[in-house]
């Protein structure tokens, strides 16, 4: 089972994480989040960070621009998309992609499955009105229907004490997790990531 820990602000969490062996890391690049990260800062978590960490940048509704611009001096590995860009622009930037979807139904998943079939995976979120991810909130999981045609990454709403259920219960290829793991927005707890890490790679046994 893998693990993405996303939204990490600090490079001793991003060490951290690291350390506990978690396979990739989220960084935030979009404004109206409590843990967006500015180019500087995303730079020194990447450059603090052993091999083998993917690194995954992600964005809602940014501009080509922007998204350039953090591409020219940022080393992503993969790009994360949130908010409503279309299969074109996802794929324009030469990187593997992954597309967030928030789900209401399990239409919401396949639609999104064939029309993002470019992406290297749908990531399923909880639908909060107005809001694109990071809420901590849980969506019902039978929703997932059982025959997607691309990998699916499971977020909204894990955390250690209940990420273990969540890997026994629906078949998925990693997990992702941000304020589940946090003593504050942006502020990751070391004991909460090692034990969420732990309870993913368990349950999957």
């Given at each position: 089972m893998r693990v993405k820990i996303c939204g990490i602000t600090r490079v001793e969490d991003?060490?951290?994480a690291a350390r506990l062996g978690v396979d990739a890391i989220g960084l935030v690049f979009y404004p109206k989040s409590p843990r967006n990260v500015s180019i500087a800062r995303a730079s020194a978590i990447i450059a603090a960070l052993p091999p083998f960490v993917t690194v995954v940048g992600l964005f809602v509704d940014a501009t080509r621009e922007w998204v350039d611009t953090v591409l020219a001096e940022c080393a992503l590995d993969m790009l994360?998309?949130?908010g409503e860009e279309?299969?074109?622009f996802c794929a324009s930037f030469k990187r593997p992609y992954l597309k967030a979807v928030r789900v209401k139904d399990s239409a919401d998943l396949t639609a999104a499955a064939r029309r993002y079939a470019g992406a290297r995976a749908l990531l399923a979120d909880a639908f909060v009105?107005?809001?694109h991810g990071g809420t901590g909130t849980s969506f019902d999981w039978s929703l997932i229907p059982p025959d997607l045609p691309l990998p699916l990454i499971l977020s909204g709403g894990l955390g250690p004490d209940?990420?273990?259920d969540a890997v026994r219960t629906v078949a998925v290829a990693a997990v992702d997790v941000s304020s589940g793991v946090e003593s504050a927005k942006g502020i990751k707890d070391a004991?909460?990531?090692a034990a969420f890490i732990s309870g993913a790679r368990h349950g999957s046994l």
């Open positions: 991003g060490v951290e994360q998309f949130h279309t299969p074109e009105e107005g809001v209940n990420v273990e004991a909460r990531m």
